[in-house]
C-alpha cells in the first residue's frame, strides 16, 4: 500500500527537537544484584529513552505518567532480561506500575547463584558491517517485494510512503543539497538496492543525487497551488524498482521569499516511520549547523540483522514461538469488512491514507484516562479502532494484524540507526457485548 501524509507529526521534527534520544545506554557491565541497583539502572535506562536527567524520574510516579508504551515496555523487559539473567515479561511493567515497585519485584524474582547462560543475552558487541556482502531480507521486506511482483486483486504495487511539509525560513539549494548527501553517506540503507536472486546489497558508494528543486514563488497562488498538485500527484503515487537505485525521490519548491516546500517519496523497504523520524530530524541539524557533527552511529542494519538471526537460536525464542504456535488453532478468522465495491472489478487501484488530528487538549484527557485505567494511549485507540471494525465487519471475534516497530536494544546506537525495524503481530480481539471500553483496551493490552 501507500501512505501520504502531508501534515503529519513525524515531518514536523525537521523544525523541531531531535528524533533519536540523546542519551546513550551505559555498556553492560554484569547482572544486576538487589532491589536499588535494579532500580537506579532502570532509571537511568527510562531516562535514556525518554531523553531527560534521570533526577526528574520519580521512581514513586507511575510509569504510564511518563509516557511509557508498549514498545518502550517490551524493549526494557528485553534489556532487564540481559542484565538480571532470568525471563521478565512487559507485562511486569503494567503490574507493577512504579520503577520502586517494580524493582522490589525483580529482586524478589532473582534466581540464586550465576544467571543461566541460556537465558543471559550476548555482550552488544556486533561483527563490523561488510556493506559488499549481500544479505538476507526481513521477513516484511520479503513480503513487500512478493506483493509487487504478485498479480492478483489490489496487487502489483509497492509499499511506499509519501511526505510533504512548509518551512517557514529563507530556502538555501547548497546547505538543503549538502545536509542529503551526507544522510545518504551516514545511513547504508539510503544506498540499497535488491537482487533479484532474494537478498539486499549495499552499494558501497552512491551515484551523485541532485535535489530537484523549483522555485514558485513569482507565481500567482493558483498556478503555485496548481504546481505543487502536480509534484504531489507524481511522487504520492511512485513505484520505484528495487533493483534501481534510488529507492526514494526528494524535491523541494521555493513557495516565497522566505518559504519553501519539501516533497519525499521513498520505498518503505528502505525505512519505517521512526526512521523518516530520524532522518528528517537529521537533515534539519545538517541544514541548520553544518558545521555540528551528528552523533556516531557505529552500528549498520546488515550487522542488526545478523544479531537478530542469532537471537532466533536461543532457547527464549523457542519458547516465544511455541507460544504462537500453541495458539494458532484458536486464532480468529480476520475481519470481513463490508466493501464498496468488488476489488476484482478495479482496473487501476491507487492507495491513500486517511488521518484527522485531535487538539491537545484532547489528546492529553485520551492520554490521562488511559493512565488512570492502567493502559497506554495506543491500547486505547487500539479498543476504538476494533470497535469500529466491529461495526464494519459484523463481527465481534477477530484477529488484527497490527505493525509494530520492533528495535531492540541489542546496541547503545540502534535508536539512531536507519532501516525497515516494522514488523507485524496478530492481535485477537474479543468484544464481550456490553463490556467497558476500558476492559476491552485492557484485554487489548495484554494481547
Not at 552500528?299 to 532457547?315: C, G, M, N, Q, V
Not at 470481513?336 to 492507495?351: E, G, M, N, Q, S
Request: glycine share 6%; hydrophobic share 40%.
Amino acid at each position: 500500500m501507500q501512505s501520504s501524509n502531508h501534515t503529519g507529526e513525524a515531518l514536523r521534527m525537521l523544525v523541531g527537537d531531535d528524533a533519536a534520544p540523546r542519551g546513550d545506554r551505559a555498556p553492560a557491565a554484569g547482572p544486576l544484584s538487589g532491589r536499588a541497583e535494579i532500580e537506579a539502572w532502570m532509571k537511568a535506562e527510562l531516562a535514556r529513552h525518554l531523553s531527560v536527567p534521570a533526577d526528574e524520574i520519580d521512581s514513586g510516579e507511575p510509569l504510564l505518567s511518563y509516557g511509557l508504551d508498549s514498545g518502550a515496555a517490551v524493549r526494557l523487559a528485553f534489556l532487564a532480561e540481559e542484565r538480571l539473567g532470568m525471563p521478565v515479561s512487559p507485562f511486569a511493567l503494567y503490574e507493577h506500575p512504579t520503577l520502586r515497585e517494580l524493582a522490589g519485584h525483580l529482586a524478589s524474582q532473582l534466581p540464586a547463584g550465576a544467571p543461566p547462560p541460556e537465558i543471559l543475552a550476548p555482550a552488544p558487541t556486533l561483527p563490523p558491517p561488510a556493506d559488499e556482502e549481500p544479505f538476507a531480507l526481513t521477513l516484511l521486506q520479503q513480503a513487500y517485494v512478493w506483493a509487487r511482483g504478485a498479480r492478483g486483486h489490489l496487487l502489483g504495487r509497492s509499499c511506499h510512503v509519501y511526505m510533504e511539509t512548509d518551512v517557514d525560513e529563507p530556502l538555501d539549494r547548497g546547505r538543503l543539497q549538502a545536509g542529503f548527501e551526507r544522510l545518504v553517506e551516514r545511513h547504508a540503507m539510503l544506498r540499497a538496492v535488491f537482487r533479484e536472486d532474494g537478498r539486499q546489497e549495499i552499494l558501497p558508494r552512491a551515484p551523485a543525487y541532485t535535489l530537484r528543486v523549483e522555485d514558485l514563488s513569482a507565481l500567482p497562488a493558483s498556478e503555485r497551488d496548481a504546481s505543487a498538485l502536480r509534484i504531489r500527484e507524481e511522487l504520492g503515487h511512485q513505484d520505484f524498482d528495487p533493483a534501481v537505485w534510488p529507492l526514494f525521490d526528494v524535491r523541494a519548491a521555493r513557495t516565497g521569499s522566505g518559504s519553501f516546500r519539501l516533497f519525499l517519496s521513498m520505498d518503505m523497504l528502505l525505512v519505517d516511520f521512526q526512521s523518516l523520524a530520524i532522518l528528517l530530524s537529521e537533515w534539519r541539524r545538517l541544514y541548520e549547523s553544518p558545521d555540528r557533527p551528528l552523533p556516531p552511529v557505529s552500528i549498520e542494519f546488515r550487522s542488526y540483522l545478523d544479531r537478530l538471526e542469532a537471537h532466533r537460536r536461543t532457547p527464549r525464542y523457542e519458547r516465544d514461538r511455541a507460544w504462537w504456535t500453541e495458539r494458532l488453532d484458536t486464532m480468529p478468522e480476520p475481519p470481513r469488512i463490508r466493501l464498496a465495491a468488488d476489488p476484482a472489478k478495479l482496473t487501476a487501484p491507487r492507495f491513500g491514507s486517511k488521518d484527522a488530528e485531535v487538539d491537545r487538549a484532547t489528546w492529553v484527557r485520551i492520554r490521562d484516562a488511559a493512565r488512570d485505567h492502567g493502559v497506554t494511549p495506543s491500547a486505547a485507540m487500539g479498543a476504538a479502532y476494533a470497535g469500529v471494525i466491529a461495526a464494519w465487519s459484523g463481527s465481534r471475534r477477530f484477529v488484527l494484524n497490527l505493525p509494530i516497530f520492533d528495535r531492540v536494544g541489542f546496541h547503545e546506537d540502534v535508536d539512531r540507526l536507519v532501516g525497515p525495524f516494522t514488523t507485524n503481530v496478530l492481535v485477537p480481539v474479543d468484544l464481550t457485548p456490553g463490556e467497558d471500553p476500558w476492559q476491552t483496551a485492557k484485554s487489548l493490552h495484554r494481547s
